[in-house]
């Protein structure tokens, strides 16, 4: 009999606790976000693909094309072309695209830039249709930053005039 | 010939009255339930038709409209017809007593409270009905737990009916309102009301006493092989079914439509749906008892406990 009551009383108790938990949850903020009209904030570590850091100082991306990153990546996903600056004695990159479908995600692209120049974006959104939504050109990338923070848009330098040699490597000796 | 008139009106009138409240009812049910579960679950719920997904129920209900309507094909056809009506027109009766507001109810009985009880149960025929003309072995087995478990929470019902009946005198459920002038009879009988709202629970076939439809383990239970609008009088059914529960414990347990400012109506439907707000905490916290744990829990403590506090009620009657 004393069993019979003691279980029923700790039964309901255990019955108001777990109704306890659920009315706390209910009063909780909301954690969902409604995806094609709000959009997550990654945090500062995620690793999506690489993207040029903005140099408070210029405005602009701080690479100087000296494809350390292209030689370095283990899968060729960067190809990198600069020039030569006029009036400089220093190379600045004029395209720096990605194909972003081979990447691993390894990071050694940002570690071995001398520059400082790249940075993981936090771009979670990378599905395609097609291996061409795959390829990421970095610098139209750095344009649009340019335009939505107000800045003045990267336009390609103007090349040396005598030797404008264009230096193209497509990143490693390809596909072989 | 007035006479006639008269009635023939005034049940014309009750009739639509009580079925646009039946739809509302149903469609604002539905979305509160997912917005209730969503909110539990740290979701939004709803959001996308009308505001905070306020008209996605009607969306839903469109859709049901447009789907086909399937028979199987071994049916006991007449009886799979019937059913969903079965399950629906006992719900319709039960409106006919319950007292919204002092002047808004359609026939004040003298059996009012019976009236609901006798009706209500009706629901279990019904289930019996769609589960064996369905042709369907998940059909059959939900409709089989169904009718087991009615014993188990049907009789603490009453009882726990009772003990307020015999306080109040009366079986008419604005007598009832009346008594709790001063006093809400919630306050005397605590336990009856604790045991009305879990074998009201029961009654509804909502989890965690959902045995009978049990999702995970018989499809759908006993309307698995029912589609389009009949399957959406199951449903309106079955949240009809919540509001009469709600509207009974209310008017036993809670004073009715009695409360300070607001108008009577307003008071109503406030505690019905507190009520109501309840029973999808529940279904949201309690996860669906195994069958032998029913019959337990209504046999072993539901019915124990109602006869307890019965006895207990009526020695107090005696005794003051």
Avoid at chain 2, 24 to 30: E, R, S
Avoid at chain 2, 211 to 224: D, Y
Avoid at chain 2, 239 to 244: A, D, P
Wanted: neutral net charge; charged residues 15%.
């Amino acid at each position: 009999m004393t069993a019979f009551i003691k279980d029923t009383l700790i039964g309901f108790w255990s019955l108001l606790a777990g109704l306890g938990v659920t009315i706390r949850y209910f009063v909780k903020p909301i954690v969902t976000v409604q995806y094609p009209r709000e959009k997550l904030t990654m945090s500062p570590r995620y690793r999506g693909h690489t993207e040029f850091i903005i140099d408070p100082e210029t405005g602009s991306h701080l690479c100087n094309a000296c494809e350390n990153c292209a030689r370095t990546c283990p899968s060729n996903v960067i190809s990198v072309t600069g020039v030569k600056v006029a009036g400089t004695k220093k190379k600045r990159a004029v395209t720096y695209v990605l194909d972003y479908s081979l990447c691993s995600l390894c990071g050694l692209c940002v570690e071995v830039c001398p520059t400082k120049a790249l940075k993981f974006s936090d771009e979670y959104r990378l599905a395609g249709f097609s291996r061409q939504d795959m390829i990421i050109d970095v610098i139209a990338r750095l344009q649009a930053q340019q335009r939505a923070l107000g800045l003045p848009e990267e336009v390609p330098p103007v090349p040396e005039a005598e030797e404008a040699k264009t230096e193209e490597t497509k990143g490693g000796e390809g596909e072989s | 010939m007035q006479f006639l008139l008269a009635e023939g009106a005034r049940i014309g009138i009750s009739l639509i009255g009580v079925i646009g409240l039946v739809s509302i009812n149903a469609l604002f049910l539905i979305w509160m339930e997912r917005k209730v579960s969503a909110h539990i679950q740290l979701r939004p719920g709803p959001m996308e038709v009308g505001f905070h997904g306020a008209l996605q129920t009607i969306a839903d209900a469109l859709k049901l409209i447009g789907k086909e309507l399937i028979t199987p094909e071994d049916a006991d056809k007449l009886i799979y017809l019937l059913a969903p009506i079965v399950m629906f027109l006992p719900v319709l009766v039960s409106f006919i007593v319950i007292p919204f507001s002092p002047t808004l109810l359609i026939r004040d009985l003298n059996v009012g409270i019976l009236l609901i009880f006798a009706f209500s149960t009706m629901a279990v025929l019904a289930i019996l009905m769609a589960g064996w003309s369905s042709n369907n072995k998940y059909s059959l087995l939900g409709a089989i737990r169904s009718v087991a478990q009615t014993i188990a929470y049907e009789i603490p019902l009453l009882i726990t009916a009772m003990s307020v009946i015999i306080m109040v005198g009366s079986l008419k459920l604005t007598d009832i309102v009346a008594y709790q002038a001063t006093v809400w009879n919630v306050l005397f009988q605590p336990l009856a009301f604790i045991l009305f709202i879990i074998c009201g629970t029961a009654e509804t076939n909502r989890a965690p006493f959902d045995i009978p439809e049990a999702e995970s383990e018989l499809v759908a239970g006993f309307h698995t092989e029912y589609s389009g609008m009949r399957f959406a009088i199951f449903f309106l059914a079955e949240y009809t079914n919540m509001f009469i529960v709600s509207a009974v414990a209310t008017v036993l347990f809670l004073g009715g439509w009695r409360g300070p400012i607001l108008p009577p109506l307003v008071w109503f439907l406030l505690k019905v749906y507190a009520i109501i707000f309840l029973m999808m905490w529940f279904r949201w916290t309690f996860p669906r008892l195994r069958f032998d744990q029913l019959i337990t829990l209504g046999w072993k403590i539901l019915i124990p406990l109602s006869l307890a506090n019965l006895i207990l009620t009526a020695l107090a009657i005696k005794i003051f």
